[in-house]
């Protein structure tokens, strides 16, 4: 698994679900199927439960994957069945070519990481309507807010193995969209689109 794809928080280590999908193709992956085993609803808690079969050049693997407005970050809420199908993916994907840490979409937070975790720093929780602000904002006692740093690389290739997956017409229409590059964006920004691109994602 290549090091970009590793990120850490809270002192451990977890795998970026793009990374996962991109070691498969480069293992011979020939399909991934899935199937919603439970439909959220308010007699269940809203848990969904999805199914993931994926096959390889070495065989044949499936994952199990639940979510919840319980597990899951309030970005992803709406997004409960998307989220559970690719839990199960990811947990397929992990067994497939044999990756034993979790992937960070497994965790019951918001997915986007903290990708400045070895610094010990947190970002700001994101929000829910409205474009992200763009740099210079200032935290307390007059130090420049973090998250108006330019984003990371790992923030960048994370979030562009999104676009190309979730986003008709991909990069262009996105960088349209946001009214600037890619690489343009801050640390806090390409956290939210993180999260929100993350929700969609099937």
Known sequence: MREEYMIERQGKRFVLYAGLLEEAHTRGLRSIE???????????????????????????????????????????????????????????????????????????????????????????AGRAEGAPQSGGAVAQGGEVSKESLPATRKQLNYLEALIA???????????????KPVSELTRGEASEWIGRLSGRAA
């Open 165 to 179: 997956d979730v986003v008709e017409d991909g990069l262009p229409k996105f960088e349209n969209m946001v009214g």
């Open 34 to 124: 899935t199937e919603l085993l439970q439909v959220p609803t308010a007699e269940n808690g809203e848990l969904a439960i999805a199914r993931a079969v994926v096959r390889t050049e070495d065989g044949k693997f499936t994952g199990i994957g639940d979510a919840s407005p319980q597990n899951v970050g309030r970005m992803i809420a709406p997004h409960i069945i998307r989220m559970a199908e690719t839990r199960a993916k990811a947990r397929a994907l992990r067994d497939a070519i044999n990756v034993g840490v979790a992937s960070i979409e497994e965790l019951g937070d918001d997915p986007e990481p903290s990708y400045e975790s070895r610094r010990g720093a947190r970002p700001e």
